[in-house]
């Protein structure tokens, strides 16, 4: 069974810090998309990245896809309240079939 | 472009009914996935359609079904509703051909089933 552990499952942090989430698996993917869920709403697809070392920067978030593309990471740079939410990460398997993490649950304080 | 829209919010329903959840995909997606949503077990893949027909499926019971119309719209079907389907049920539309785009998801609000 393929597994995408995603770290760390619950953050809290103040307005203006910097944090990373992480997801992590011992299979490659061919594509990895990171999702950003809001209270009462669907997650809404934030990046996909492709490429083994790609970086991909959205504003102060930044993706990296892992070199061998079995890792991924998101780096938020000075953290803003309305970054608060639920983020999850998904991995495309050799079946397209896509293999999600269990999501980080941000909350950021101002 | 409208967005993936789902029918009803929310619903109430007691053990044992049966409930039926709607989803209309982004004109032109082809493809509609649901997908079950709790606190403990997080996103939790049902089944996907593509063009009325079943291309993947999840771990869940035969209590859970789907089906797809030629319009793309889906609907999802639970009977003999136990407590432990209670849940955020979403759907997520995407084109579903190949390439990087492939299966980027686009979802709906999602459908709060609370059975009583």
């Known amino acids: 069974t393929q597994l995408l552990e995603q770290s760390p499952q619950f953050l809290s942090i103040q307005e203006g810090e910097n944090l990373t989430v992480y997801c992590n698996s011992s299979?490659?993917?061919?594509?990895l998309q990171w999702y950003r869920q809001e209270p009462g709403e669907g997650p809404v697809l934030l990046v996909t990245v492709v490429t083994g070392g790609e970086v991909k920067k959205l504003k102060r978030l930044t993706f990296q896809f892992g070199d061998a593309r079995k890792d991924s990471s998101l780096h938020i740079t000075a953290a803003q309240p309305g970054d608060t939410g639920l983020y999850l990460c998904a991995g495309m398997d050799s079946n397209y079939q896509l293999i999600w993490g269990a999501g980080t649950k941000l909350i950021i304080k101002p | 472009k409208a967005g993936v829209t789902q029918t009803p919010r929310y619903l109430i329903k007691t053990r044992g009914q049966q409930v039926t959840l709607s989803c209309s995909p982004i004109s032109g997606h082809r493809s509609v996935s649901w997908y079950q949503q709790t606190p403990g077990q997080g996103l939790q893949f049902l089944f996907e359609?593509?063009?009325?027909?079943?291309?993947n499926k999840g771990n869940f019971p035969g209590r859970f079904s789907g089906r797809q119309f030629s319009n793309s719209r889906s609907e999802m079907n639970v009977s003999t509703l136990e407590l432990g389907d209670s849940a955020l049920y979403l759907c997520a539309s995407s084109a579903g051909t190949s390439g990087s785009s492939y299966n980027e998801q686009f979802f709906g609000p999602g459908t709060r089933l609370t059975v009583l």
């Open positions: 299979s490659v993917f061919s594509s």
């Open positions: 359609y593509f063009s009325e027909t079943q291309r």
